[in-house]
C-alpha cells in the first residue's frame, strides 16, 4: 500500500518548458518535503511545508517553486528548467513530533 | 553548522561477513543521527535512529547503529551480510534539538554484498 506517491515516476521536458512534479500522501503527515538527488549525492533540500506554512532553503534558485492545496498534495513546479535541473526529485512527509521521514520513490527527471 | 561525513564512497563485502558502514558528525549540542537505505531507483527508507539512551540502536533488517560520543561516530553494522543488502546508504543529522529542523545528508555509501 503506497504511502507516499510520486507521479510520474519519469519524466522527460525540453530546455526551459515548465514541468509539474507531484506528490500525494495517505498518511495525513502535516510537513512536506521536496528533495533534489544528483546522482549518487546526498539528497538536497529544496523546501518544505508545515501544514500551510512555505519554508524555502537559502539556496534554492527561484526558478523552483512549490504549491500545497491541500494536506494530501504538493507541487514542484519548474518554471524554466536547464540541463542542470536533470535529477531525481524526491517528496517526504513527517508527522508532528517525529524525526523520521517517509518517501516516496522519487521522479526522475530528464531535460533534453 | 552540523555536518556529516561518510569517509568511504564504496564498501564490498561477502555474503554473510559482518558489514560496517562509517559515519562521523560534527554537530553543536547534542546530535540527533539517523541512517536510511536507498535502493535503485526508489526513495529514501528509515532504518533507525539515535536521539539519546543506549547506545548501541537497533533498526530494522537486522541493522543496528553505535553511537560513540567521544569518538563522534554513529557506524551502521550487520552482523551477517545479504546480497539483498546492497544499495545506497546515507546517514543524516538533524539540525536542531526540535523537531522542525531539518536534515543534513552525509554524501552516502554504496554497499555490495557479493555472494
Known amino acids: 500500500d503506497a504511502m507516499v506517491i510520486q507521479n510520474p515516476r519519469y519524466q522527460v521536458t525540453q530546455f526551459g518548458k515548465p514541468v509539474t512534479l507531484s506528490c500525494s500522501q495517505t498518511l495525513n503527515h502535516n510537513v512536506m518535503y521536496w528533495y533534489q538527488q544528483k546522482s549518487s549525492q546526498a539528497p538536497k533540500l529544496l523546501f518544505h511545508y508545515y501544514d500551510k506554512d512555505f519554508n524555502n532553503e537559502a539556496d534554492t534558485p527561484d526558478n523552483f517553486q512549490s504549491r500545497r492545496p491541500n494536506t494530501s498534495f504538493c507541487f514542484l513546479d519548474i518554471r524554466s528548467p536547464g540541463l542542470g535541473d536533470a535529477a531525481m526529485y524526491l517528496c517526504?512527509?513527517?508527522?508532528?513530533?517525529?524525526?523520521?521521514?517517509?518517501f516516496g520513490p522519487g521522479t526522475r527527471l530528464t531535460v533534453l | 553548522a552540523q555536518s556529516v561525513a561518510q569517509p568511504e564512497d564504496q564498501v564490498n563485502v561477502a555474503e554473510g561477513n559482518p558489514l560496517t558502514v562509517k559515519c562521523t558528525y560534527s554537530v553543536s549540542g547534542n546530535p540527533y543521527l539517523f541512517w536510511y537505505v536507498q535502493y535503485p531507483n526508489r526513495g529514501l527508507q528509515f532504518l533507525l535512529k539515535y536521539i539519546t539512551g543506549d547506545n548501541l540502536v537497533k533498526g530494522s533488517y537486522g541493522f543496528e547503529a553505535e553511537f560513540n560520543k567521544s569518538q563522534t561516530s554513529f557506524h551502521l553494522k550487520k552482523p551477517s551480510a545479504l546480497v539483498s543488502d546492497s544499495a545506497l546508504y546515507f546517514c543524516a543529522v538533524r539540525r536542531g534539538r526540535n523537531y522542525g529542523q531539518n536534515f543534513v545528508f552525509g554524501p552516502g555509501t554504496r554497499l555490495s554484498v557479493l555472494p
Open positions: 517526504a512527509t513527517r508527522p508532528p513530533s517525529t524525526d523520521t521521514q517517509y
